[in-house]
């Protein structure tokens, strides 16, 4: 891959998304950045993001759950499954 600085790339216009410096980045990895956010484009920093955005989306699933079914908890819905049925009086 070429080295082009951040700086270089800006100037080739909004078609130039990358940049490259050859230098690892804090997981020790050589890949290109982002111009826009400086944001790495290595595996490990991919990998991150991914899971951090899927955890994400399941958190914001939870909570509008949450909002529209106030008092259904997992856990509630666990205690009322395991719950011994009581003895039904005859
Ligand atoms: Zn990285």
New binding site residues.
Partial sequence: MEIISRKEARAAGPGRRYYFTGKP???G?V?RRLVSDKR?Q?E??RAYRNTRAKQVARDKAEEKRRREHPGHSAAMNRSKHNRIQPEVCV
Avoid: F, P, V
């Fill in positions: 980045c804090n997981r990895l890949a790495c290595c490990a920093h």
